[in-house]
């Protein structure tokens, strides 16, 4: 399996999904250009995180994700998802929107921590 060294775009899953629970999370998002999966308490928008292709890490797809949605999406996913079975860490810088700072996710253990750039 690939693991992927951090990058600021991406957070370690550990251990790695397997295959079928990458199809699954990956389906949250609009990446094949359908449409996105939809589940109770989901936040309003796509998910801008899939699992990369190896279950090793979720990455950050969407450079016009606003920096809430990021993180709403990032806490829901853990609480019901990953967090009973799978380890979330790392850092994500989220552009912020025309001229606004970007916001810095930091997630440790699967607590999720927010913060400005700038």
């Not at 109770?40 to 899939?50: L, T």
């Amino acid at each position: 399996m690939t693991r992927h060294p951090p990058t600021g775009d991406r957070l370690t899953l550990s251990p790695a999904l397997d295959a079928g629970d990458v199809t699954f999370l990956a389906g949250f998002s609009r990446l094949a250009g359908g449409v996105a999966r939809i589940w109770p308490g989901q936040p309003a928008v796509p998910s801008p995180w899939v699992p990369c292709e190896s279950g090793c890490c979720l990455v950050l797809v969407s450079t016009r994700a606003v920096a809430e949605a990021a993180g709403q999406w990032l806490r829901f996913l853990i609480t019901e998802f990953l967090g009973e079975s799978h380890r979330v860490d790392g850092w994500v810088s989220v552009p912020g929107p025309l001229g606004r700072a970007s916001t810095l996710l930091i997630v440790e253990a699967g607590d999720v921590f927010e913060g400005s750039t700038g």
